[in-house]
């Protein structure tokens, strides 16, 4: 089984599961690149607009802690810091 | 670290995403259910996946979509107006050739390895069941909760046909040791730390007459969404454990230790009314969700609605975990005074049960309440239950029509 790292798949990743997926534009702002390399590769970005803007900085800290530690998203720590900085600002409470 | 196969799994029928992506489709022409979070409306879209009706998309990937409210105005809901909803995105399309269920675990003597055309050949069995999602109406959550963040229509009733998975575990000699039957499905996360998603039920609920591996939904095969070929079906429990395009059954002596048995899916011990208890699963604090509770809606209009003075009727359907509907209440005055509902069809004690109820509009806003009441004597709350994932929400539903 060959292992890709998630660096190298990111490009690959933004194709859809679906053929009927269209993208989800999150807000411009700065931090979006990283939300954008690590969230969708497993799961759309629609999960956040979805899941807003009612989470305080400590629920959007906890949901970044869930995906890393219960889910195993490989995020880097200085990643993780500005995907939790982008969403308290653009999708909190 | 992603796996080759994950990925090709994954992106294997893709089209590319534009550079740029598009603006927000606001919520345009999506009936949302009032209260969920305000962003839901910046992303739901009315979308048809591959042989399904137009659903309301609440995320592309893994792909949870819910049915608009009028889907629910008959109390069988067809497989194209069906919701779905799944944890991890790598679905495969399962080919019904090469297709098995695995069937062991050290709870069995007799491990055993089913074809499709095995299962189907076993004694059949029907259903009328509702499969309702833990976290149906958990965007209505007050305080608002992370999750799916779901309105009214995370479920659906369907007739389903199958085996029974107490045939299939004689067939694999169970053990009177095991204590938990354990499923996973042919979809699988695209990490590979993400753990699978693997349900277990106790022993005793996996043996009930009414349980089954189910490989027809309404007299079809079951749509590729909802788990083609086949799917586990126990009725009365809600959807986490019907898990779809099942490929191994596994009897255990020891609980399953699994993530998605603990922490997720799990509610707060001693809150809920429920009878139903998952005891090899339970600590002191928390235990996992099992049965429905009597719940509720208004399909016939939606909140806000425009009626003429005089006669209206207002219907819906009712249902529970299981031990079946007795009544439902009506109220027109926002709760203030109450008459019984005209129940309809009874398709069994786990469908949903249509009732309808004849009231007289007075000019201006009416505040029209449902309370469904089960042969347990059971009914709907009107403060909400607090649980942090947001389940089991039965609280009355209260709507406004204008005359």
């Not at chain 2, 491990?111 to 299962?119: A, G, I």
Request: proline share 7%; net charge positive; hydrophobic share 40%.
């Amino acid at each position: 089984m060959r292992i890709f790292t998630l660096a190298a798949i990111t490009a690959l990743i933004a194709l859809p599961a679906a053929a009927d997926e269209k993208p989800v534009q999150l807000k411009k702002a700065p931090g979006l690149d990283k939300v954008e390399a690590n969230c969708q590769a497993c799961h759309s970005l629609d999960y956040i607009p979805m899941n807003s803007p009612f989470p305080n900085a400590a629920l959007w800290d906890a949901e970044i802690t869930k995906m890393i530690k219960a889910y195993g998203a490989p995020i880097d720590d200085a990643d993780a810091k500005a995907i939790a900085e982008y969403l308290k600002k653009n999708y909190g409470s | 670290m992603i796996t080759r196969r994950r990925l090709l799994g994954t992106v294997g029928a893709g089209v590319a995403l534009t550079a740029s992506g598009q603006k927000f489709a606001r919520a345009a022409g999506v009936g949302l259910t009032p209260g969920v979070p305000e962003g839901v409306g910046t992303v739901a879209t009315m979308e048809a996946l591959s042989g399904k009706k137009p659903l309301i998309k609440l995320s592309y990937r893994p792909p949870n979509y819910e049915s608009p409210l009028e889907y629910f105005r008959t109390p069988i809901t067809p497989n194209d107006q069906f919701f779905v909803r799944y944890h991890l995105v790598d679905i495969p399309q399962v080919d019904p050739k090469t297709y098995t269920i695995k069937v062991g675990g050290d709870g069995a003597n007799t491990p055993l390895e089913l074809t499709f055309d095995d299962l189907k050949g076993m004694p059949a069995f029907e259903v009328v069941a509702v499969n309702q999602c833990s976290g149906n109406r958990r965007g209505l959550s007050n305080p608002h909760v992370v999750g799916v963040e779901w309105g009214y229509g995370a479920m659906g009733c369907a007739r389903w046909k199958g085996a029974r998975l107490k045939d299939v575990l004689e067939k694999a000699g169970l053990k009177k040791e095991a204590i938990e039957i354990a499923f996973d499905g042919a979809d699988g996360p695209v990490v590979d730390k993400t753990p699978d998603f693997i349900k277990s039920i106790p022993t005793w609920k996996a043996v009930e007459e009414s349980t089954l591996i189910a490989y027809e939904m309404n007299g079809q095969p079951l749509p590729h969404w909802n788990g083609f070929p086949a799917r586990i079906v126990v009725p009365g429990w809600t959807g986490t454990y019907w898990m779809k395009h099942v490929i191994a059954v596994n009897a255990l002596t020891k609980p399953q230790g699994g993530f998605w048995m603990n922490p997720a899916y799990r509610i707060p011990v001693g809150k809920f009314p429920l009878r139903d208890r998952f005891i090899s699963q339970e600590n002191a604090a928390s235990t996992p969700i099992t049965e429905m509770v009597v719940n509720s809606l208004i399909t016939s209009h939606r909140d806000g609605a425009k009626v003429s003075a005089g006669k209206t009727t207002v219907s819906g359907m009712a249902w529970d975990g299981g031990y079946g509907i007795s009544s439902v209440q009506v109220s027109a005055d926002g709760g203030k005074t109450w008459a019984a509902a005209t129940l309809g069809e009874d398709l069994g004690r786990f469908a949903f049960r249509p009732w309808s109820f004849n009231l007289s509009a007075r000019k201006g806003k009416n505040t029209v309440m449902v309370n469904a009441t089960n042969k347990l004597g059971q009914s709907q709350t009107s403060e909400l239950i607090f649980n942090p994932a947001g389940y089991h929400n039965n609280v009355m539903q209260s709507i406004t029509l204008n005359a």
